[in-house]
């Protein structure tokens, strides 16, 4: 059972920036695949980035060049710059081990981006 607790998340104007974190109860380094995802009022939930738990990344087109995903020991980061209103969003980590499958989701945290 991991449990994840994700922060950061807060208001901004355009163009500012946020790194929203994700603290997990456990050690994910090496047996998580991780990734944020972000769900819009009336809008499905969507893949925003990912890396596999060798360190391989994927980008949603959306937020190529302005989102980057990292990991340090148990914690998950997304570092959000130049953002944009139409990235307002409740931003929810999720993990999955690679062998077993078992996944789990974060809490959410709210971004607004708003001037």
């Known amino acids: 059972q991991v449990q994840l607790a994700e922060s950061g998340g807060g208001l901004v104007p355009p163009g500012g920036s946020l790194r929203l974190s994700c603290a997990a109860s456990g050690s994910i380094f090496n047996t998580y695949n991780m990734g944020w995802y972000r769900q819009a009022p009336g809008q499905q939930r969507e893949l925003v980035a990912s890396m596999t738990s060798g360190g391989s990344t994927v980008y949603a087109d959306s937020v190529k060049g302005r989102f980057t995903i990292s990991r340090a020991k148990n914690t998950v980061y997304l570092q959000m710059n130049s953002l944009k209103p139409e990235d307002t969003a409740v931003y929810y980590c999720?993990?999955?081990?690679?062998?077993?499958?078992?996944?789990?989701w974060g809490q959410g945290t709210q971004v607004t981006v708003s001037s």
């Open positions: 999720h993990v999955t081990h690679i062998y077993s499958g078992g996944a789990y």
